[in-house]
């Protein structure tokens, strides 16, 4: 039987982008950083935001702030990532996250801090991510080649899920015993780390990009000269990614599929610091950011087992495993909707952890795997932007909880993720993508 290309004769190939890619593990490593601080925030976040307002309309505002530049800025990111290199454009951003989290931790000590200082940190968050995000997205197939993409992919996604295991929890320990302007300084730390260890990843950028590429085709594929006489303008690079992918009808659909299912999923755990609150834990402020870590964890030990058993597959079906993936992710939601029993609640979550593992990681390889290298930056920023509109519904999601109750705001958008899994099953849009 033949190989896959890149692959190798061991049996098990789970693990062949970290062991035959080296700067895929400092990349890696640099995320262990990265991630950990983004999983932290959202609690500690979510915590002030909602403990310093009583509002699931306040949860949903700073989440809105932070994603709300991204409907302006992101195709701009695409293009910085196309052009630049992209780790450059990464590392600027950490130390850029690292500024903000120590200003936040400064005022919290100062005992100034108010839910205005959350949501312009928010703001300014957002601004950098419109830059790194599509850098960040696109360069994993940069690191380790096309033929190790699906692999890559669930691989960094059950890097983050094994961070899941602990960061959220530690950031809840931590606001309950010392006290939240410490998750703040030790998010500044872990930003910092991510940016040194980066530096052990190759330095590309848009010309030897473009090499790379001219080589690895024998020299057939056309040479893109970049410099200050070869480049268009901003806005017209934006255009010529419009104009691809006009004619690119499996993209537009798996874009149009991210943003409708991001809307769906994300309020789980945007909402979830109310949800303790007023279900869990009935207004015990001590126990709401203990237990919010945990479940944010035990989510994450969902998220391991489904993000592993995508990596060990071979890349076909995918487009199955993505609706399959969807319709456990609605059904765990309807189930912890209804819920009010924390033990109960923690084991629902870990089938929802299955469920977003298979979404997260299924949407973006299937994004990545059809989008042309050239366009692969700004295809990313489009993604970017999605997220900006998603937060859009998450806040109207939020006005709905503030309004009905969170349970009820949860159980209608988990019937609404359903449906819409059905209908894409039935449309066979997506079924047949391998």
């Known amino acids: 039987m033949a190989l896959e290309p890149g692959r190798s004769a061991r049996r098990f190939h789970t693990f062949d982008a970290l062991i035959e890619v080296p700067a895929f593990r400092w990349y890696m490593l640099s995320q262990v950083g990265n991630q950990s601080a983004q999983l932290m925030q959202m609690v500690v976040r979510g915590y002030l935001a909602y403990h310093l307002t009583d509002s699931f309309a306040a949860l949903g505002a700073v989440e809105l702030a932070n994603s709300l530049p991204r409907i302006f800025l992101a195709l701009y990111g695409g293009v910085v990532a196309d052009r630049s290199s992209r780790r450059v454009v990464i590392q600027i951003g950490q130390v850029s996250n690292a500024v903000i989290a120590s200003v936040l931790a400064a ?13 312009v940190g928010a703001l300014i968050q957002g601004i950098v991510n419109s830059f790194v995000m599509p850098a960040r997205q696109s360069m994993i197939p940069e690191v380790v080649g096309r033929e190790r993409l699906m692999n890559a992919f669930a691989l960094n996604q059950f890097g983050m899920n094994i961070l899941r ?3 959220p929890a530690l950031a809840g320990v931590m606001i309950a015993s010392i006290g939240a302007g410490w998750v703040f300084a030790l998010m500044a730390a872990l930003f910092l780390f991510g940016l040194v260890t980066l530096f052990r990843v190759p330095k590309t950028n848009a010309m030897t990009r473009a090499a790379a590429r001219h080589a690895a085709d024998g020299g057939t594929s056309p040479s893109i000269a970049v410099g200050p006489h070869a480049e268009v303008s901003g806005l017209a690079s934006i255009k010529e990614a419009l104009v691809y992918l006009r004619g690119q009808r499996t993209l537009c659909i798996l874009l149009g599929l991210h943003v409708v299912v991001g809307i769906l999923s ?43 058993l995508i990596a060990s597959l071979p890349s076909r079906n995918r ?23 924390f033990w109960i609640s923690a084991g629902i979550v870990i089938v929802l952890g299955v469920g977003q593992a298979g979404r997260q990681s ?20 489009i993604v970017v932007l999605e997220d900006g ?14 309004a009905f109750g969170p349970q009820l705001a949860l159980g209608g958008v988990a019937i609404a993720l359903g449906l819409f899994a059905a209908g894409i099953w039935a449309t066979r849009s997506i079924r047949d993508l391998h």
């Open 266 to 308: 994300l309020p789980y755990q945007r909402l979830l610091p109310g949800f303790v609150d007023v279900v869990l834990t009935g207004g015990d402020r001590d126990r709401t950011a203990t237990v919010m870590g945990a479940l944010l964890s035990f989510t994450a030990v969902g998220a391991l087992a489904g993000s592993l």
């Open 165 to 167: 295991l602990g960061a």
């Open 362 to 381: 299924l949407v973006q390889i299937l994004i990545q795997s059809n989008v042309s290298d050239e366009y692969r930056g700004r295809v990313s920023s």
């Open 389 to 402: 509109f998603e937060s859009l519904g998450i806040f109207m999601i939020a006005l709905l909880a503030e």
């Open 107 to 119: 005022l919290f000590f100062a005992d100034v801090l108010r839910f205005e200082h959350l949501m």
């Open 319 to 341: 487009g199955k495993l993505l609706i399959a993936s969807l319709a456990i992710l609605a059904t765990g939601l309807l189930a912890f909707s209804v819920s009010n029993v």
